[in-house]
């Protein structure tokens, strides 16, 4: 079995300890995107044990609090699909009403042009996101 999760980090590793792992991604029209990712290969969130759940939804719900306080968004997206890589794993993602897919998921289709002026100004308050993913994850784990 060949899986990228497995296999790759999947991003800028913002924070990380043996059970999980949060990126930023390289998304060019999504600055601020994190993946919360579980290290171990499981393909559904229902192959984990209770505990484990929990530590993956304590996670997600730190990196929104991080991205709310750094990025600013009009709206958090979450979400979890795993069609293309079937390795648990949640999208926390920063919108605007003004991004390219806004109002539809990002992975529909492209709404509107963003400038890149935007786009550059939003990579720089996504720098200040480790920081605040260590504080807001920490917290949340307990
Ligand atoms: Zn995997």
Redesign the pocket.
């Known amino acids: ?1 060949d ?5 790759e980090d999947g991003g800028d590793v913002l924070w990380q300890d043996d059970s999980l792992r949060v990126v930023l991604a390289d998304e060019h029209d999504y600055p601020g995107l994190c993946r919360v990712i579980w290290n ?4 559904e969130f229902s192959d984990l044990s209770a505990g484990e759940r929990d530590r993956v939804m304590k996670a997600v719900y730190g990196v929104e609090r991080a991205i709310r306080r750094v990025m600013q968004p009009a709206k958090v997206n979450l979400a979890s699909l795993g069609n293309q ?4 794993h949640w999208h926390v993602i920063p919108r605007y009403s003004n991004d390219a897919h806004f109002p539809l998921p990002i992975w529909a289709p492209r709404q509107r042009t963003v400038s890149e002026v935007m786009l550059s100004s939003r990579r720089a308050q996504a720098t200040l996101l480790r920081e605040a993913v260590r504080q807001e994850i920490e917290q949340a784990l307990g």
Do not use: D, I, K, T
């Open positions: 079995m899986c990228f999760f497995c296999r171990a290969h499981a393909a890589v079937p390795h648990v």
